[in-house]
């Protein structure tokens, strides 16, 4: 049984615990505001670019010629896991690692490179034997355009390098504050513009009559690169927007525990202190019946 001080040491533990639960939530909902405009600003402008070039692709007489679409037999397959920096988000990262591990389940160890976007992810598999060729971290929740650029001048220079012959990406696409899916997209090379779009967008597609100036494989030439560092954005994007609405509701559950054991703890202070109480008057009554006897 807990002495009174021990149970009103925890009690003001606990109300401390809560305070910060509830300054990390608030923390995190501002910056998912954020997260979720810059959401709405990136994704109408992926959307569009990607109409543009699947449109351009079925204008244009004859196929199109660019590295990007290149597929050529697999030898060295990289995997670019984006995680968070830091913790406090519930399964967040857990999730992410447990598909990556699938993923990589599926792979031979000599076959696989690793690009680790996140602390999360890097301390994970520091102390397995993947080969980890490059680490983006120190993003704080926020999308870096320099470090996102930087990313993806990486990838596609060991693309056509030659030094791999396929990149696929795991990350987490924001569907609501509660919820997001984790995604294991194709990057490079590019399978098909024409998949991205509904039926709609397809039945207009023969439309359009566009006059190429100057051709199209330097219109595509000049495109691609702007179109890999987009879908990459966007993929940050939706990660980082994720990442902080799974901690605002893993600290709002957080602050809820806190409130709820300050509840319980101040109850069971209260019944001791009045047993204490009770106790010190028995004790009393019963010196005073001992002296009258």
């Not at 244009?60 to 896991?81: C, D, I, M, N, Q």
């Not at 406090?88 to 490179?113: H, M, P, T, Y």
């Not at 930087?150 to 060991?158: F, G, P």
């Not at 204490?276 to 006897?293: D, F, H, P």
Request: proline residues 3%; aromatic residues 8%; glycine residues 4%.
């Amino acid at each position: 049984m807990p002495t009174l001080r021990e149970v009103k040491k925890r009690i003001r533990s606990t109300i401390s615990t809560r305070q910060i639960t509830k300054a990390m939530e608030m923390v995190a909902a501002a910056k998912l505001r954020k997260a979720q405009m810059r959401i709405m600003q990136v994704r109408p402008y992926s959307e569009k670019l990607t109409t543009i070039l699947s449109h351009l692709s079925e204008a244009a007489s004859g196929e199109l010629v660019h590295p990007f679409f290149e597929k050529r037999e697999v030898k060295k397959r990289t995997l670019v896991l984006v995680t968070s920096d830091r913790g406090f988000c519930g399964s967040f990262n857990s999730n992410l690692i447990r598909k990556a591990n699938k993923w990589l389940g599926d792979q031979n160890r000599d076959d696989v490179e690793l690009i680790l976007v996140g602390k999360k992810g890097l301390d994970f598999y520091k102390r397995r034997q993947w080969n980890i060729v490059e680490t983006f971290q120190d993003w704080s929740g926020n999308l870096d355009y320099t470090k996102a650029r930087n990313l993806v001048d990486m990838l596609t220079k060991r693309f056509l390098d030659g030094e791999t012959d396929e990149i696929s990406v795991i990350y987490t696409q924001f569907l609501s504050t509660a919820r997001y899916k984790i995604c294991d997209v194709p990057y490079l090379p590019v399978d098909s513009l024409d998949e991205e779009h509904n039926e709609d967008e397809e039945k207009q597609k023969s439309n359009f009559d566009y006059i190429f100036e100057p051709s199209p494989e330097a219109i595509f030439k000049d495109i691609m690169p702007k179109y890999a560092l987009t879908k990459m954005i966007t993929a940050l994007a939706d990660s980082f927007a994720s990442e902080h609405g799974t901690r605002m509701m893993a600290m709002g559950s957080a602050t809820k525990n806190a409130g709820e054991m300050i509840d319980a703890l101040t109850l069971q202070y209260n019944k001791a202190r009045q047993a204490a109480i009770t106790k010190e008057l028995l004790e009393i009554v019963s010196g005073a019946e001992a002296l009258k006897g």
